[in-house]
């Protein structure tokens, strides 16, 4: 199989882009990829997964891409599962030091300490 087969049986691959899509986005949440160098990124993993086929088939390795693509499909799906999780845990966090102290909403209280909220506002005039 020569390199041009392997350059489009690659881009064919759809677990296989999944993937490096998922670990792209992945490094950019650690900080590692720039969303303006993100396409770079992405272009020379395309690559690595092509040379890294064209080594295994020039060292005579027989390789099931149909199952390999299927399993690379599925952890870039785990692996967008856990970034939404992070992502909702980190969204919560975030959310919550915003609204942390605001009366009525990110205080705990109880009906005297809102009553007083209430009371204060009328008596300034709000």
């Known amino acids: 199989m020569d390199l041009t087969t392997l350059s489009v049986t690659v881009i ?6 999944a993937c490096v899509s998922a670990l792209v986005n992945l490094l950019k949440g650690f900080g590692v990829v720039k969303d303006s160098t993100a396409p770079t990124w992405v272009t020379g993993f395309n690559l690595a997964g092509v040379v890294a086929l064209f080594i295994a088939q020039a060292a005579g390795a027989q390789l099931d891409l149909v199952s390999m693509d299927a399993k690379l499909g599925e952890v870039a799906r785990l692996a967008v599962t856990i970034g939404e999780l992070v992502i909702a845990l980190g969204g919560s ?20 300490s809102l009553a007083k909220v209430f009371t204060d506002d009328m008596d300034n005039g709000e």
């Open 12 to 17: 064919g691959l759809a677990g296989f882009g």
């Open 93 to 112: 966090k975030i959310f919550y030091s915003v609204v942390k102290g605001t009366p009525g909403i990110g205080t705990s209280n109880t009906l005297a």
